[in-house]
């Protein structure tokens, strides 16, 4: 089904001065003293596996003897960057226990696992090549999701926290038939949700890999949240249905529990829900909201024949003809996202004049 929705393979988009600039007033661009290419210099590699002994698709790789301390140095600096701004206090309590190197998908991101060494906690931390459109979508999803992402860009590095969570594709297949009817009817409204969420802000590819299912413990119950771990495919491809995690058959089951629990009107409530939201959200972060979807319009993030399909489907869907008119991904995005907007406002208004 993915590869009838999905191009083969997403091209890497460079960063424009206006990004640049923008990045540089969030404080999203700092000097780091680590670049992707760097960590491309690996002498050798192995297979890691999971505690299945199935293949993760990751490699763990080495370096020579003369290159490694410098290597292991710049990571941990980069590490407070990211988290202390710099506050390099830490670093000798700090180990670089992995780097690990992942073969698939576009990115091909480097996984650093870092542990300190006097309580023995670890995190991780992702280093990657910039690309523009990854960029776009980290920024959206700190903006208009229920969540906050900490990353940096400096020349053609990206450098992202960790996501914590049990990936989706791992919870639906050891988890999601087991929980109980209260806990599957909540997971249910929480899919609806990230649905909605994605389709809203153009997120695609959101098959069952690139999202992380987050339990929380509230007294006897446990809250389940769905978090995007994967910003690749922020407004790339031209099929809707990119954009609607429902249609891709890892999620199946996840749907199936939807429609199995949750009744056509609740559906259309968390929807008007998670829309509500979104405009709220804009409204908040305005300013900030406005310089980016600058950059946005301005970019160059997809193909013409993309933007083409997509906007026609967005016309039919809406039936806004402001849609017809956008000329780049970035005009699509904010007639969609003003769409949502204006629906809100529309509704306040009439609430106000019915008191």
């Not at 400096?154 to 791992?170: M, R, V, W």
């Not at 970019?299 to 017809?324: A, G, P, Q």
């Amino acid at each position: 089904m993915e590869e009838k929705l999905m191009s083969k393979k997403k091209p890497t988009y460079p960063i424009n001065d206006l990004l640049d600039t923008y990045l540089k007033e969030c404080n999203r661009k700092i000097k780091i003293p680590v670049f992707y290419e760097d960590l491309l210099r690996f002498s050798g590699s192995v297979a890691v596996y999971d505690l299945n002994d199935d293949d993760t698709l990751w490699v763990r790789v080495y370096y020579e003897e003369h290159e490694r301390p410098e290597i292991i140095l710049s990571l941990k600096k980069a590490y407070t960057i990211l988290h202390s701004d710099g506050n390099e206090d830490a670093i000798e309590f700090l180990n670089i226990d992995a780097i690990d190197y992942c073969t698939f998908g576009n990115s091909k991101p480097f996984r650093i696992k870092i542990r300190n060494i006097l309580n023995d906690n670890y995190t991780y931390i992702y280093v990657k090549k910039a690309d523009a459109s990854r960029i776009y979508g980290l920024e959206l999803e700190h903006m208009l999701s229920p969540n906050r992402i900490n990353f940096l860009v400096f020349k053609d590095t990206l450098i992202e926290e960790h996501i914590a969570g049990i990936p989706g594709d791992e919870f639906i297949k050891e988890f999601l038939l087991q929980l109980n009817d209260q806990a599957k009817a909540q997971i249910a409204k929480e899919f609806v949700k990230f649905n909605e969420r994605c389709q809203m802000r153009l997120l695609g590819d959101m098959r069952s890999y690139n999202y992380v299912v987050i339990p929380t413990h509230d007294f006897e119950n446990v809250d389940y949240k769905i978090r995007a771990i994967d910003f690749d495919q922020q407004c790339y491809e031209g099929k809707l249905k990119v954009y609607q995690p429902q249609f891709f058959k890892e999620n199946f089951d996840m749907v199936s529990i939807v429609m199995n629990r949750l009744e056509p009107n609740s559906i259309e409530q968390y929807k008007k829900e998670e829309r509500s939201v979104l405009a709220k959200r804009i409204i908040n972060s305005r300013s900030r909201y406005e310089s980016l979807i600058r950059c946005m319009c301005k970019d160059h993030i997809s193909t013409k024949e993309n933007v083409d399909e997509l906007k026609k489907h967005l016309y039919d869907f809406t039936l806004d003809l402001k849609f017809r008119r956008s000329r780049s991904m970035g005009e699509v995005l904010k007639t969609a996202l003003e769409f949502v907007k204006r629906n809100y406002e529309n509704v306040n208004m009439k609430r106000l004049l019915s008191q």
